[in-house]
C-alpha cells in the first residue's frame, strides 16, 4: 500500500511570489492533517480536513494560507504571496480514524 | 495550554550504549502519545504509540517507552543503540475528539562509533 505522498519534496521561490504544496494521502483515508514546522521549532497542526470539508483550520497562521481538498482525494496548501517566515518544512498525514496519523515525507520551503 | 517538551535538544551516546529520550506533556487528561523518528531525508515514522492499558510500550526497532501517569512522562528508550538510530527523535500527543497532534521541539540523536 501506497504511503502518504508529498510534491514537490523542495522548493525554493522569491518572496512575493506563490507556491502550490500536493498531497497525496493513503486511499481511503478520510482524514488529512498538514502541518509545517519552521526551523529549530516544534512541528505545528495547521489545519485538518474530513473528506472536502475543513473540521479544523485553527493552524493556519494567516489568509495567505488557503488549503483546498476538492472531491476528498488530494489535498493542496497555496501560498500567496510568501513572506520569509513562510520558510520551513510542510508535512502531510492522513488518518483512517483521526487517533493515529501516517505522515509524508514532507515538503522543504524556501523563500527568498 | 496543552503542551509537549522534549527538554534535550541534541543527545550523543555511542553505539552499543543505553538511550532514553525524554517527553513530558501537559494536558486536562490522558493524551494519546506517540514517538516519531525522521531520519535525514525520510518522512515521519511511527515507532510507537501509547492508547490505555500497560504502560510499557514495544515499539519497532528495539525501542520501548513507559508512560508514567504521575509524572507526565513517556520516555523513550533503547538498550543498545545502533549507528543507524542518528536521526530525530519527536513525541507527539493528542486526545480523543481532537486529533490535532501536539508535538515537542525533537531531539536529535548523534551516534559515535
Known amino acids: 500500500e501506497a504511503g502518504v505522498t508529498q510534491f514537490p519534496s523542495h522548493s525554493v521561490i522569491e518572496k512575493g511570489q506563490t507556491v502550490t504544496l500536493r498531497c497525496d494521502p493513503i486511499s481511503g483515508h478520510d482524514n488529512l492533517y498538514w502541518y509545517r514546522r519552521v526551523m529549530g521549532k516544534e512541528i505545528k497542526f495547521l489545519l485538518h480536513f474530513v473528506k472536502e470539508s475543513k473540521q479544523d483550520e485553527s493552524g493556519m497562521p494567516n489568509n495567505r494560507f488557503l488549503a483546498e481538498r476538492t472531491g476528498g482525494t488530494y489535498s493542496t496548501l497555496k501560498v500567496q504571496p510568501a513572506e520569509l517566515e513562510d520558510s520551513g518544512v510542510y508535512f502531510c498525514?492522513?488518518?483512517?480514524?483521526?487517533?493515529?496519523?501516517?505522515f509524508g515525507p514532507g515538503t522543504r520551503l524556501t523563500v527568498l | 495550554a496543552q503542551s509537549v517538551t522534549q527538554p534535550d535538544i541534541h543527545i550523543t551516546v555511542s553505539e552499543g550504549a543505553s538511550l532514553e529520550l525524554r517527553c513530558n506533556y501537559s494536558?486536562?487528561?490522558?493524551?494519546?502519545l506517540f514517538w516519531y523518528v525522521q531520519s535525514p531525508g525520510q518522512g515521519l515514522q511511527l515507532l510507537l504509540k501509547?492508547?490505555?492499558?500497560?504502560?510499557l510500550v514495544q515499539g519497532i526497532k528495539g525501542f520501548e517507552a513507559e508512560f508514567k501517569r504521575s509524572q507526565s512522562s513517556f520516555n523513550l528508550r533503547k538498550p543498545s543503540v545502533h549507528w543507524s538510530d542518528a536521526a530525530e527523535y519527536f513525541c507527539?500527543?493528542?486526545?480523543?475528539?481532537?486529533?490535532?497532534?501536539?508535538f515537542g521541539t525533537g531531539t536529535r540523536l548523534k551516534v559515535l562509533a
Open positions: 498525514a492522513s488518518s483512517p480514524s483521526g487517533n493515529e496519523q501516517f
Open positions: 507527539a500527543a493528542t486526545t480523543s475528539g481532537t486529533y490535532k497532534y501536539i
Open positions: 501509547y492508547f490505555s492499558g500497560d504502560t
Open positions: 494536558y486536562g487528561a490522558t493524551p494519546y
